[in-house]
């Protein structure tokens, strides 16, 4: 059974970049079958996707945070991350890691979540 | 930029068929998927490629698409179905685009 899991400070400073770490059991990051993505859930709010990475390390992003975002992934750990630039208290969220079929574009597992506030 | 619709909220009575809609001109050319996210747990999807349901979602959970329209229905919905349902699609096959959201009550 694949499990994903987040992890991360819970807490950031306006201005600053927010650092993820997904890690990933049960199942290798280096599956040429599936992407590995991040969404993000205001409080009260829908879902945002963020962007995704493939374990070549190909990027793709959602345009509206294109600028501020960088997705990377680590194979030997097994793991994937997201940096979110100069965040405000619009970025704080609920930050899901999921993992995103090739085929057929199915995000058929996902982390917990991890709730990220930005605030000083 | 793409947009999918999902009404926000929908209501029914234990035993009762639910539909879920959501829309947009994206769903004319690509598949929709649904997922189930219920309070503090991981979202789970329930149905994908507009009407195909993955292993160990009860058969009650089916799918539907016609023209920029998908539906998802709950038929005989139980209280354990109560939950925010999304849909979602991949546009260009590229950026995923989710809908707003439906909170189904049942009771």
């Known amino acids: 059974q694949v499990q994903l899991q987040e992890s991360g400070p819970g807490l950031v400073k306006p201005s600053q970049t927010l650092s993820l770490t997904c890690t990933v059991s049960g199942g290798s990051i280096s599956s040429g079958d599936y992407y590995w993505s991040w969404i993000r859930q205001p409080p009260g709010k829908g879902l945002e996707w963020i962007g995704y990475?493939?374990?070549?390390?190909?990027?793709y992003y959602n345009p509206s945070l294109k600028s501020r975002v960088t997705i990377s992934v680590d194979t030997s750990k097994n793991q994937f991350s997201l940096k979110l630039s100069s965040v405000t208290a619009a970025d704080t969220a609920v930050y899901y890691c999921?993992?995103?079929?090739?085929?057929?574009?199915?995000?058929?597992?996902w982390g917990q979540g991890t709730l990220v506030t930005v605030s000083s | 930029s793409y947009e999918l619709t999902q009404p926000s909220s929908v209501s029914v009575s234990p035993g009762q068929t639910a539909r879920i809609t959501c829309s947009g001109d994206?769903?004319?050319?690509?598949?929709a998927r649904w997922f189930q996210q219920k309070p503090g747990q991981a979202p789970v999807l329930v149905i994908y490629k507009d009407s195909e349901r993955p292993s160990g979602i009860p058969e009650r959970f089916s799918g539907s698409s016609s023209g920029t329209t998908v539906t998802l229905t709950i038929s005989g919905a139980q209280v354990e179905d109560e939950a925010d349902y999304y849909c979602?699609?991949?546009?260009?096959?590229?950026?995923?685009?989710f809908g707003g959201g439906t909170k189904l009550t049942v009771l």
């Open positions: 994206v769903l004319a050319k690509k598949y």
């Open positions: 999921a993992r995103l079929s090739r085929d057929g574009y199915n995000l058929d597992y």
């Open positions: 979602y699609s991949a546009a260009d096959n590229i950026n995923v685009v």
């Open positions: 990475i493939y374990y070549s390390g190909s990027t």
